[in-house]
Nanobody
Framework: QVQLVESGGGLVQPGGSLRLSCVASGFTFSSYIMNWYRQAPGKERELVAKITSAGDAINYADSVKGRFTISRDNAKKTVLLQMNSLKPEDTGVYYC???????????WGQGTQVTVSS
């Protein structure tokens, strides 16, 4: 059974930091591109960060460049999102996603809420 379980969300003041974690099971984690998406209230889901299966290529949304860092540990089947200098506009539900080239596989976690507010 495929599972992606996110954790680490919460309430933080502007300028603060959070680290999100996503633990995978039920599929060959090391073969999948891992993404973090977020969805703010009333807005469409947007891609925040992406990391290739080997971790050799990373992309970020312009809005988070220089503040967020994505990383992965294939041995632990875990992908992390370190979020620094958080802003109120970073508020939303953050989702972990796994996809694979030349495959219809598209796995999602249940999401973790991040709220940035004073």
């Amino acid at each position: 059974q495929v599972q992606l379980v996110e954790s680490g969300g919460g309430l933080v003041q502007p300028g603060g930091s959070l680290r999100l974690s996503c633990v995978a099971s039920g599929f060959t984690f090391s073969s999948y591109i891992m993404n973090w998406y977020r969805q703010a209230p009333g807005k469409e889901r947007e891609l925040v960060a992406k990391i290739t299966s080997a971790g050799d290529a990373i992309n970020y949304a312009d809005s988070v460049k220089g503040r967020f860092t994505i990383s992965r540990d294939n041995a632990k089947k875990t992908v992390l999102l370190q979020m620094n200098s958080l802003k109120p506009e970073d508020t939303g539900v953050y989702y972990c996603n796994a996809i694979k080239f030349w495959s219809d596989d598209d796995y999602w976690g249940q999401g973790t809420q991040v709220t940035v507010s004073s």
